[in-house]
């Protein structure tokens, strides 16, 4: 019978004790239960199904969103990779501003490639010496007011109504008839009624030439013309023509032939050939390229961050300029200004700003020539000027105060001044039109096809070859290897003549290059060699240093003196004449007591403007010489003792190891066969590697310039002077090249504004520049260095300049963040996956410390983090929250904006990153007290590699 009782759910039978159990109650209860598993079986098995198909479908999900996400990232780094380098247009001078809003650093990579040519007169083209160009009804004299180059123009006055100041183009001996040239010249009209221009004539063949007539009487104009190869004979002559009446004037400098291309001649105009070819002294080409960025601010030194450098005073005898209470204080007794140079980009517009105080005080920006007032503030254009002078100005006996001076780009005042933070460097090289370097990270790479090289005589073997009637030819043994094409080397004589090259020397003012040795003919009046007499190996070197024989003994040459100015070797024994010692007499006097004590029997001596003797007799007041005076040797006149060609030969040996003052000897450059990797050996890096900072950026490209070199100042007349043997003699003082102008001169690093720069070419200068300093203001254990452009006419322009930067990768991809936030924050899924090693997040970390003086204008804290190793370099993102500094028992916060935050690539490592905090603001109590006592710095740092993975 059936159970009395049920169980709940499946009604299977629960019998009592009473109850009577059956067989096919059991068999029921069987069925009940395999029924009720089996339709448990088949549900967990479609439960199994549906999780399965369900999981399939979220792992395809999961797949897709990844592989999107991955296309994404993918398109995201192709936006960066195609956005963030840069190439903005870079020309030589100042360029446009580089503003940048992100608050990392990019160095960025130049690419130069040189220029180099040869103006095929030499320097007889910069108008030193008149006794080089011929003359047609006019008188040519030197003018030392109305130049171009160097010290002086010529001054062309007709003698009739028409004149010509020319040169005969056969006497130019490296002109090649079947070539194409430009002809130019910088003319100015004095009072020619019909003016003055660029000539060649037809005389023996050929056509006339003229450039365009120059009229103007305020400045110098550039004119030229084209000559094609049917235009020249070798009996035409070149130079400068001009009409008008007898005694009118005009005046010409920087004369230059230069060889041009077919192409060039067809397809260039005059005004294009003149700015590819700007005017040299002989061979030039490009020389020690130079890069500035000033960041910000164009002034430097704008609020007393230098003290009172870079700030020059128009009289200093009547104005003195100091700092008080933060500001720049001009006392003057009369009217007077203190200006400051500063590069800019012409026809651009730029904002000025500065703060005055004081009676009849003026902050104002004025043209170099202090002529015309663009600006005493807001917005003016420079129009031409490629520099300007900020200027504070007293207009009489005041006293008045001035700070924050700004200039910096736009129509837009800046929000708060910002100071003027510099880098700069030079390329110490030269670069020819074959040769294209870059320079990148502070290092310079790329090829050097030719070499250059000075033969002083110090430096090589120099031997004497051969004898011709009026000249000799030397030998500089086997130096030379690796050379591309004879044809193609460029000889250069010591006064910068082109000296052209032959298969056979012949004669004087010749070259020729043959199995790896350099042959020179040499002029017997030029050496200062006698006909037949010739020279031992150590008497070559020595006219390859400068030094002209001026004495013979009948065996040897015994005296020298510089071939450059007639001047004394300073390595020789040297005395005074004293008084009058007239013509017909043997006896000398000289300086008391040295007549026996610096001179001997059998010693020859040399005066300059009289010759050389053999002493026959000494006193201690004179000396005798063998034949009677031809001319009088009169009061002050030196006296040098020379050698005796066997067993005195001092003076040759100085001379053969010694350069005479000013004498920039005989040049060879030459195309390399194979050419060299540039390296640290054949190129130098001086000075800072440019970065494009947080702001504004303004890059200056220059060329010419050195930084840096160690002068060596002496004493003389109660001061120190630098470039100049004022009162010395000698070119101990001189710097390495010639000088364009000294733009600086510092003490131990530090600019020294107690030097006095001198501009003019003299004998006592090596350049147009030189400085002197009181003696009681000179330190004797500094060391003075010298920033200073070479003369613009020794170098040239490069062809073409480039510069390319990357845009920080935080920045680029700020732009496109919200967008791969939003995505990042819809994959939950997807951002559980990620781990350290791709993602990091620190919540206010915090630094503090003393900060670094990294600058006169930055101070920098350092943050050294170590971080989860991370599979890539990460993408840096840092968010300050705070910054404090520390005040004595005060704490005060520092504004965000007055901080720029970078992290240097070379610097981050996959476990560590280091963070520069740089305060660049201009509070010097700041500033001070961040050196002094610290600060502290917090903030929120993510690093994230899943964008380069």
């Known amino acids: 019978m059936a159970s009395t009782n049920r169980t709940k759910n499946y009604k299977l039978n629960q019998w009592l004790g009473s109850d009577y159990m059956k067989r096919d109650d059991l068999n029921n209860d069987n069925e009940l239960i395999d029924a009720a598993l089996k339709n448990n079986a088949d549900a967990l098995s479609a439960e199994a199904a549906a999780r399965s198909a369900g999981d399939s479908e979220l792992r395809d999900l999961i797949s897709s969103e990844a592989a999107a996400r991955q296309a994404a990232d993918e398109e995201i780094n192709s936006t960066i990779k195609s956005g963030v380098t840069l190439s903005p247009s870079i020309g030589l001078g100042m360029n446009s501003v580089i503003r940048r809003s992100d608050g990392m650093t990019s160095i960025p990579k130049f690419t130069m490639q040189g220029k180099s040519y040869v103006n095929l007169l030499g320097k007889d083209g910069n108008c030193e010496d008149v006794s080089k160009w011929g003359t047609y009804q006019v008188t040519a004299t030197l003018d030392s007011t109305n130049k171009v180059f160097g010290s002086n123009g010529i001054k062309a006055t007709l003698t009739s109504t028409t004149g010509a100041v020319v040169k005969v183009l056969n006497t130019l001996s490296t002109l090649d008839y079947s070539k194409y040239y430009f002809v130019s010249a910088y003319l100015k009209n004095g009072n020619a009624s019909i003016g003055i221009r660029v000539y060649k004539n037809n005389v023996g063949g050929g056509n006339d030439a003229y450039s365009t007539r120059v009229t103007d009487t305020s400045k110098f104009v550039r004119s030229g013309f084209k000559m094609s190869p049917s235009d020249v004979n070798s009996g035409n002559s070149i130079g400068i023509a001009i009409d008008g009446a007898n005694t009118q004037y005009a005046y010409f400098d920087g004369f230059q032939i230069n060889e041009i291309t077919a192409t060039e001649y067809a397809t260039f105009s005059e005004a294009q050939l003149m700015e590819k070819y700007p005017y040299v002294d002989s061979y030039a080409c490009l020389q020690n390229p130079y890069i500035e960025v000033r960041h910000d ?293 000289v300086t008391l007591g040295e007549g026996n004590t610096k001179f001997a029997v059998g010693d020859y001596i040399f005066i300059p403007g009289y010759g050389y003797d053999l002493i026959a007799a000494v006193s201690a007041n004179s000396i005798t010489v063998t034949n009677n005076l031809y001319t009088p040797v009169t009061n002050g006149m030196k006296i040098m003792k020379c050698d005796n060609g066997s067993t005195n030969t001092s003076l040759i040996t100085w001379c053969k190891n010694n350069i005479a003052p000013g004498y920039e000897g005989y040049q060879l450059h030459y195309k390399l066969s194979n050419p060299e990797p540039i390296t640290d050996v054949n190129v130098h890096i001086h000075g800072d590697i440019p970065k494009l900072d947080k702001g504004d950026n303004y890059v200056y490209v220059d060329t010419g310039m050195v930084l840096g070199e160690v002068a060596n100042p002496l004493a003389a007349d109660s001061y120190y002077r630098i470039n100049s043997n004022y009162g010395l003699g000698g070119s101990a003082t001189w710097l390495k090249s010639k000088a364009e102008t000294i733009n600086s001169v510092y003490r131990n690093q530090i600019r020294d504004s107690g030097w006095t720069v001198l501009s003019g070419s003299s004998s006592e200068t090596n350049g147009q520049s030189s400085a002197f300093i009181l003696a009681t203001n000179y330190d004797v254990n500094a060391v003075y260095t010298v920033d200073y452009p070479i003369l613009k006419t020794m170098h040239t322009t490069p062809t073409a300049i480039t510069m390319q930067y990357q845009q920080d990768v935080l920045s680029a991809v700020s732009d496109l963040a919200e967008g791969l936030n939003s995505r990042q924050k819809a994959d939950s899924a997807l951002d559980t996956l990620v781990d350290e090693s ?3 997040y620190f919540n206010n970390i915090a630094w503090q410390g003393r900060f670094m003086n990294r600058s006169a204008v930055e101070a920098r804290l350092t943050l050294t983090l170590k971080i989860t190793p991370k599979k890539v370099l990460p993408i840096l993102t840092f968010q300050p929250t705070q910054i404090v500094y520390f005040d004595g028992s005060t704490i005060a916060n520092i504004p965000l904006s007055e901080f720029s935050f970078s992290v240097a690539s070379p610097i981050i490592s996959r476990n560590h990153i280091m963070i520069f905090a740089s305060y660049v603001g201009s509070n010097s109590t700041i500033r001070a007290a961040l050196f002094n006592n610290g600060g502290s710095i917090s903030g929120n740092l993510t690093l994230d590699c899943r964008g380069r993975l």
């Open 838 to 840: 791709t993602y990091e």
């Open 297 to 589: 601010n164009l002034v430097r030194n704008g609020n007393c961050e230098e003290g009172i450098a870079w700030w020059v005073p128009f009289d200093p005898s009547t104005g003195t300029l100091s700092i008080e209470n933060g500001k720049f204080k001009f006392v003057t007794t009369t009217y007077n200004n203190i200006g400051n140079v500063v590069n800019v980009k012409p026809n651009t517009n730029y904002y000025f700003s500065a703060n005055k105080s004081g009676t009849n005080s003026n902050a104002q920006v004025v043209n170099m020539a202090e002529t015309i007032a663009l600006s005493t503030g807001g917005t003016f254009n420079t129009g031409s000027n490629t520099q300007v002078k900020v200027r504070m100005t007293n207009a009489g006996a005041n006293t008045c105060y001035y700070d924050s001076f700004v200039l910096v780009e736009g129509t837009t005042a800046p929000a708060s001044y910002k100071p003027c933070r510099i880098d700069r460097c030079v390329i110490e090289g030269k670069f020819t039109s074959d040769d294209t370097f870059t320079y990148e990270n502070g290092k310079v790479s790329g090829l050097l096809n030719w070499k250059h090289r000075t033969l002083f005589g110090k430096d090589y073997d120099c031997a004497y070859n051969l004898d011709f009637a009026g000249s000799k030819q030397i030998a500089i043994a086997n130096f030379l290897n690796n050379v591309n094409d004879t044809s193609l080397t460029k000889m250069i004589g010591y006064d910068g003549s082109i000296i052209p090259q032959i298969q056979i020397i012949n004669g004087g003012n010749q070259g020729a290059l043959y199995n790896g040795v350099v042959y020179l003919g040499l002029n017997d009046v030029t050496t200062g060699w006698g006909e037949s007499f010739n020279p031992n190996a150590d008497e070559v070197k020595a006219f390859m240093n400068g030094w002209k024989a001026v004495a013979y003994s009948g065996v040897r040459y015994v005296g020298w003196v510089s071939i450059v100015d007639g001047s004394l070797p300073t390595g020789a024994v040297t005395s005074l004449a004293v008084g009058t010692n007239t013509s017909g007499q043997k006896v000398i006097n």
